[in-house]
């Protein structure tokens, strides 16, 4: 199974990005997705998930009305749209495939693709 993050960089703050997560590997519509964030110096932390239909989505409340996660089953691939960024969104973000919407056990885990937002 790969997951492979990219889309992040340098943005100021109130600006947007868009992540993508493309999954390979796996039969990507029967997995429920979701993004970890990891700043510096701090514990990797949950931002948001989606099931395996995008049925339903979960945010933290740290970003909720700002994100919005959404899924191509059909190109096997997962966004995060960010928007409004602030300095505290700054970290490596991660997806991960395979777990349950609400909880931190997730199966597996893709290298993390770096944003920054400068204040």
């Known amino acids: 199974v790969q997951l492979q993050a990219s889309g992040g960089g340098l943005v100021q703050a109130g600006g947007s990005l868009r992540l993508s997560c493309a999954a390979s590997?796996?039969?990507?519509?029967?997995?429920?997705m979701a993004w970890f964030r990891q700043a510096p110096g701090k514990e990797r932390e949950f931002v948001a998930a989606i099931s395996w239909n995008g049925g339903t989505t979960h945010f933290a409340d740290s970003v909720k009305g700002r994100f919005t996660i959404s899924r191509d089953n059909a190109k096997s691939t997962m966004f995060l749209q960010m928007n409004s960024l602030k300095s505290e969104d700054t970290g490596v973000y991660y997806c991960?495939?395979?777990?349950?919407?609400?909880?931190?056990?997730?199966?597996?885990w893709g290298k993390g693709t770096l944003v920054t937002v400068s204040s």
């Open positions: 991960a495939a395979g777990g349950d919407l609400y909880g931190t056990n997730w199966n597996y």
């Open positions: 590997g796996l039969t990507f519509h029967n997995y429920n």
